[in-house]
């Protein structure tokens, strides 16, 4: 069965493209997968050429046309993935998003100033279109509090009655450089902390997956710290 993630943000740099560019290489190891970039900063684009468009598991395709977007169902992929503009609004290429997604991920950072503004945008324009969406805590430094901030992050969440998955990508500077450095989840050096950051992406798929029945192939934790370098 094929499906449509849409991957959203209130604003800019939270990281919906590092999600939605990792999200991709991991999906695409069981999945055939298409990375649709729609945002108008192409962000998505620029890191797979410095990947090497050839050496992506996944297919890409830049496309900010509303009539070609609303088709994006009909694709012969198991799952496609859309890289949305760094705001929600009404206008431009997020209705043609929404009518043709099966889900939508909402991604922010546990800060307070981040919740009201991605309430409004829920109740005006997720909500409506009847997707269904949750929202993921991005960017979660442990090192500065971020045990209690993504719980209050997620507090916040559900008193606005807003759902949140389990699973919260912690912070960590392989994802920070990993555009730059033309690498991706399923690529990353395999150390310690890297190991970490790559099961934090396997977890969120594993997440999304299980609520559609996807059959999903985790690397084993153990296993894959057997060829940690350190």
Known sequence: ???????????????????????????AETHKTLLVDVDEQESSTWWAERVGVEDLAFDLATDTNPDLLEGL??????????????HLTGEGVI???????DYVVLVTEPKPLAYPPLQRSIDSIVR?????????????????GGARKQSDARDACEAMDVPVFKTFIRSYSVHEEASLNGQ????????????????????FSTELFAEWAFPVDITDAATARDEVRI
């Open 95 to 101: 209705p043609a998003v929404l009518r043709a997604a």
């Open 73 to 86: 169902g009909q694709l012969d992929y198991d799952l496609v993935i859309v890289d949305c503009p760094g």
């Open 1 to 27: 069965m094929q499906r449509v993630v849409a991957v959203a943000s209130q604003k800019g740099g939270v990281g919906k493209t590092t999600l939605s560019m990792n999200f991709a290489s991991v999906a």
């Open 184 to 203: 991706l989840a399923t690529t990353y050096p395999r150390t310690l902390a890297n190991i970490n950051a790559i099961e934090d992406i396997r977890r």
């Open 128 to 144: 409506p279109s009847g997707v269904p969406f949750r929202v993921l805590i991005n960017n979660v430094d442990m090192a500065k």
